[in-house]
C-alpha cells in the first residue's frame, strides 16, 4: 500500500532557529513528491520535487529529493512566528492525480 | 480573486439529514478532487473527476455522491449524515499530475 511517513509529527523552536522536517515514501510508480504549509484553512503549495538531488528554494525555505533513498527534507532557516503552520508532504504515484498525504508536521515557532 | 471555492464554509446539521457542499474553480484546471480531513490533520482523498469524468472513487460510504456538472464545479452530496462524518471536507483543483489548489475547507459538525 503507497504510504507517506512524515517526522517529527510536532515540533517547537525558537525565532532564528534552523529547522529540517522529513519525508520519507513508499509509492507505487512515484512520479514527484511535494510540500505543503497549512496555517488556518487550506494547504498552500510550497514546492514540487521529481527529480533527485536539485535543490528548489524559496526564500528562507528549501527543499531536496532522494529517490534512491525515497524521502525528501524541508528546510526553514531564520525561523519567524509565521513559520507556525502544519508542514504536509504528499506524494504522486503516477499520473491519476491521486496525492497521497503524510500524517504532517505541526511547527510551533516561540518569539 | 478566490482561485477554489467552497461553499459553506461552515455546515452544522442533526444526524440523518442531506446536506451538499459546492465547489468551484477559475483557474481553467481539468481536474478536481474532494479530500476529508480528520480530527488528527490527515487528509485523504475522496473523488476525483478529470473533464468530468470520475477518476479517483476511493473506499467512500456510498452515502457520498460527487457530481461534476462541468469543469469548473464539483459539488459534494451527503445522504444520512453520520457523527463520524464530523470532519473538514476540502475541494482542491490542478492540471493532472500538477500541484493541487485547496479550497478553504468545509466545517462539518453533526450533533
Known amino acids: 500500500e503507497d504510504k507517506v511517513v512524515q517526522s517529527p509529527l510536532s515540533l517547537v523552536v525558537h525565532e532564528g532557529d534552523t529547522v529540517t522536517l522529513n519525508c520519507s515514501y513508499e509509492?507505487?510508480?512515484?512520479?514527484?513528491l511535494l510540500w505543503y504549509k497549512q496555517e488556518k484553512k487550506a494547504p498552500t503549495f510550497l514546492f514540487m520535487l521529481?527529480?533527485?538531488?536539485i535543490e528548489k528554494k524559496s526564500g528562507r525555505l528549501s527543499s531536496i529529493l532522494d529517490k534512491k533513498e525515497l524521502f525528501s527534507i524541508l528546510n526553514i532557516t531564520a525561523t519567524q512566528t509565521g513559520d507556525s503552520a502544519i508542514y504536509l508532504c504528499?506524494?504522486?504515484?503516477?499520473?491519476?492525480?491521486?496525492?497521497?498525504f503524510g500524517q504532517g508536521t505541526t511547527l510551533q515557532v516561540k518569539p | 480573486d478566490t482561485a477554489v471555492s467552497q461553499t459553506p464554509k461552515y455546515l452544522v446539521t442533526q444526524m440523518g439529514n442531506d446536506k451538499s457542499i459546492k465547489c468551484e474553480q477559475n483557474l481553467g484546471h481539468d481536474t478536481m478532487y474532494w479530500y476529508k480531513q480528520d480530527s488528527k490533520k490527515f487528509l485523504k482523498i475522496m473523488f476525483s473527476y478529470n473533464n468530468k469524468e470520475l477518476i479517483i472513487n476511493e473506499t467512500v460510504p456510498n452515502r457520498f455522491s460527487p457530481k461534476s456538472p462541468d469543469k469548473a464545479h464539483l459539488n459534494l452530496h451527503i445522504n444520512s449524515l453520520e457523527l463520524g462524518d464530523s470532519a473538514v471536507y476540502f475541494c482542491?483543483?490542478?492540471?493532472?499530475?500538477?500541484?493541487?489548489?485547496f479550497g478553504d475547507g468545509t466545517r462539518l459538525s453533526i450533533l
Open positions: 521529481t527529480s533527485s538531488g
Open positions: 482542491a483543483s490542478s492540471t493532472l499530475g500538477q500541484p493541487q489548489h
Open positions: 504528499a506524494a504522486y504515484p503516477s499520473n491519476t492525480g491521486k496525492l497521497i
Open positions: 509509492v507505487t510508480n512515484f512520479r514527484s
